[in-house]
């Protein structure tokens, strides 16, 4: 998967994709990011990439020029499954998109700041708006890693058995059971007997009773969405 990252802050994403999964994800060449500074697509003195709104109003507003001319300059160079936009009000990430997305070979994430973009930067070109939660982060950049984070992982390859996705939290709209490491007594706590069975039809529906329990006390959302 190649992803295009568009901000005014390449500095401040950097370094999620110089550790973790998605550093191993890009050193296995599973995946390619690039970034590309909103700032070297001004065509201003200042080069600055926001005006005053019209109609009045608090806030500045990125213009459409830069963005333009930035995103048609990938499209002329390959074709893009999605074109997302990182936005408080763009439909909220879950599991389902995340394992859909990461299917995709080409994308681009556009990282919004101040108010947020010309509207006609959305009409021209995104082709989905993506929000990470109920809450006004100051740009898009963070959001961006999130959505990053939860799509890379995902890919065929990046995780190994071990660390497979498909047991997490969310995979079947459960959240995980609970888990236990050695010793198997820790000040008096005892891992519960069924894990230590070696019962594996056994430890298997307890862990499945276990992640509807838990999903019931904690998010009966979850249960309802079927
Ligand atoms: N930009 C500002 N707030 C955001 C949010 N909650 N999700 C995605 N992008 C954002």
Not at 32 to 43: C, I
Not at 79 to 87: A, H, L, N, S, V
Not at 134 to 161: H, K, M, T
């Given at each position: ?5 568009i ?5 401040l994403?950097?370094s999620?994709?110089?550790a ?9 060449g599973?995946v390619e990011?690039?970034?590309?500074n909103?700032r070297?697509?001004t065509?201003n ?8 709104q019209?109609?009045?109003g608090?806030?500045m507003v990125m213009?459409?020029q ?6 048609s300059?990938?499209k ?5 499954d999605?074109i997302?936009?990182m936005?408080p009000?763009?439909?909220t990430l879950?599991?389902k998109?995340?394992?859909?997305i ?6 681009i ?6 108010k947020g973009v ?5 009409d ?13 982060l100051?740009?898009g950049?963070?959001g961006?890693?999130v959505?990053?984070?939860?799509i890379?992982?995902?890919i065929p390859?990046?995780?190994s058995?071990?660390?497979?996705a498909?047991t ?7 959240l ?6 050695r010793p198997?007594?820790?000040k ?5 007997e069924?894990l ?10 307890w862990?499945?009773e276990?992640a509807?329990?838990?999903?019931k006390?904690?998010?009966p959302d979850?249960l309802?969405n079927?």
């Amino acid at each position: 998967m190649r992803i295009d990252i568009i901000t005014v802050l390449p500095e401040l994403m950097q370094s999620p994709f110089e550790a973790s999964i998605m550093k191993r994800a890009i050193q296995k060449g599973l995946v390619e990011v690039h970034f590309h500074n909103l700032r070297d697509y001004t065509t201003n003195k200042q080069r600055s990439v926001d005006d005053y709104q019209f109609g009045g109003g608090a806030g500045m507003v990125m213009m459409v020029q830069p963005i333009d001319d930035c995103i048609s300059k990938l499209k002329s160079e390959r074709t893009y499954d999605e074109i997302i936009y990182m936005t408080p009000d763009g439909e909220t990430l879950n599991q389902k998109m995340a394992n859909s997305i990461s299917m995709y070979e080409n994308i681009i994430i556009l990282c919004g700041h101040y108010k947020g973009v010309d509207q006609r930067v959305r009409d021209m070109h995104i082709t989905r708006e993506i929000s990470i939660g109920d809450y006004v982060l100051s740009g898009g950049e963070i959001g961006a890693i999130v959505f990053c984070d939860a799509i890379i992982r995902l890919i065929p390859g990046v995780l190994s058995d071990e660390t497979s996705a498909l047991t997490d939290s969310f995979q079947d709209n459960l959240l995980s059971p609970p888990i236990y490491t050695r010793p198997a007594e820790y000040k008096g706590l005892k891992v519960p007997e069924v894990l230590l069975s070696g019962n594996f039809g056994k430890i298997e529906k307890w862990r499945e009773e276990m992640a509807y329990e838990h999903t019931k006390n904690r998010r009966p959302d979850l249960l309802e969405n079927d």
